[in-house]
């Protein structure tokens, strides 16, 4: 069974920084894309960041680049997210997703996170 858990929110004030972390199981995704999405409440879910199975790719958001850096290690088949840089915009759930490409589009990815919250206070 595929399994995906996010962790590493919490609540910061803005300007400070968090990193996000999820854990993959159940296959090994090294070959696959993944990426952050996040929802906020009463929005629709929104693309944070992707990157391709080698790393080599990383793709952004405007609302975040520059903030904001996606990272992997197949080795440990775990997807990261810094956050640098926190507004309080960006208060939202963050989900993991896996799939075949690095694509902004969310209907793209097969396997999903529950997520982790972050709030950012001002």
């Known amino acids: 069974q595929v399994q995906l858990v996010e962790s590493g929110g919490g609540l910061v004030q803005a300007g400070n920084s968090l990193r996000l972390s999820c854990a993959a199981s159940?296959?090994?995704?090294?070959?696959?894309?993944m990426a952050w999405f996040r929802q906020a409440p009463g929005k629709e879910r929104e693309f944070v960041a992707a990157?391709?199975?080698?790393?080599?790719?990383?793709y952004y958001a405007d609302s975040v680049k520059g903030r904001f850096t996606i990272s992997r290690d197949n080795a440990e088949n775990s997807l990261h997210l810094q956050m640098n840089s926190l507004k309080p915009g960006d208060t939202a759930v963050y989900l993991c997703?896996?799939?075949?490409?690095?694509?902004?589009?969310?209907?793209?990815?097969?396997?999903w996170g529950q997520g982790t919250q972050v709030t950012v206070s001002s």
């Open positions: 997703a896996v799939g075949l490409v690095p694509t902004s589009r969310s209907a793209v990815y097969n396997y």
């Open positions: 159940g296959r090994t995704f090294s070959r696959y894309a």
């Open positions: 990157i391709s199975w080698t790393g080599d790719s990383t």
